[in-house]
T-cell receptor, first 111, second 114 residues
Framework: IAGITQAPTSQILAAGRRMTLRCTQD?????MYWYRQDLGLGLRLIHY???????GKGEVPDGYSVSRANTDDFPLTLASAVPSQTSVYFC??????????FGPGTRLTVL | AQSVTQPDIHITVSEGASLELRCNYS??????LFWYVQSPGQGLQLLLK??????LVQGIKGFEAEFKRSQSSFNLRKPSVHWSDAAEYFC????????????FGRGTSLIVHP
């Protein structure tokens, strides 16, 4: 593993289903983030974590939950997916200098 | 609250022409400023960043940006654009530290004509 990995790469999901997007980093960064990217809206922060064991809400947290059991992993869960959650999801981490490192993204389609 | 405005949704330039992408920010203290690039189907990659010191910052791929406090701007420039520069560009503002939450602009899509 080098940097940030996300899984799956893409997913088609039926509305109402539960889905967990995985994110793992190997840089030992304290801070991690989940964003969604939609055309014309740029990147919007869903949830973040400043350090293992803590999480916080971003701009668009409704319908999503996160956990941060350790430094490396930061999964994002959709408890009951809805079509408006169709998007590209990016996980990122940052060092103390503020630079963010992004994963390759997960393209999620909710039907 | 901090905010970032990228006034141009799309910019079209000819290959070899110069480029300037605009970014204006609102932040209560001295900001940390970033430019990221996103190629199609990829995640974001840092081009350059400003923390303090020299207001003209050099980045990767021949890009530079100038911090102008009086204008609350951090515009990205490149003297000669290559076709491979076609991508989405994002400006971001924030601060370092334990509670660092960056704010991104909505992005500018760069189209390069041959």
């Amino acid at each position: 593993i080098a940097g940030i990995t996300q899984a799956p790469t893409s997913q088609i999901l039926a509305a109402g289903r539960r889905m967990t997007l995985r994110c793992t980093q190997d840089m030992r960064h304290n801070a991690m983030y989940w964003y969604r990217q939609d055309l014309g809206l740029g990147l919007r922060l869903i949830h973040y974590s400043n350090t293992a064991g803590t999480t916080g809400k971003g701009e668009v947290p409704d319908g999503y939950s996160v956990s941060r059991a350790n430094t490396d992993d930061f999964p994002l869960t959709l408890a009951s997916a809805v079509p408006s959650q169709t998007s590209v999801y990016f996980c990122a981490s940052s060092d103390s200098g503020g630079e963010q490192f992004f994963g390759p993204g997960t393209r999620l389609t909710v039907l | 609250a901090q905010s970032v405005t990228q006034p141009d949704i799309h910019i079209t330039v000819s290959e070899g022409a110069s480029l300037e992408l605009r970014c204006n920010y609102s932040y209560g203290a001295t900001p940390y400023l970033f430019w990221y690039v996103q190629s199609p189907g990829q995640g974001l990659q840092l081009l350059l960043k400003y923390f303090s010191g020299d207001t003209l910052v050099q980045g990767i791929k021949g890009f530079e940006a100038e911090f102008k406090r009086s204008q609350s701007s951090f515009n990205l420039r490149k003297p000669s654009v290559h076709w491979s520069d076609a991508a989405e560009y994002f400006c971001a503002v924030g601060a370092a530290g334990g509670s660092y939450i960056p704010t991104f602009g909505r992005g500018t899509s760069l189209i390069v004509h041959p």
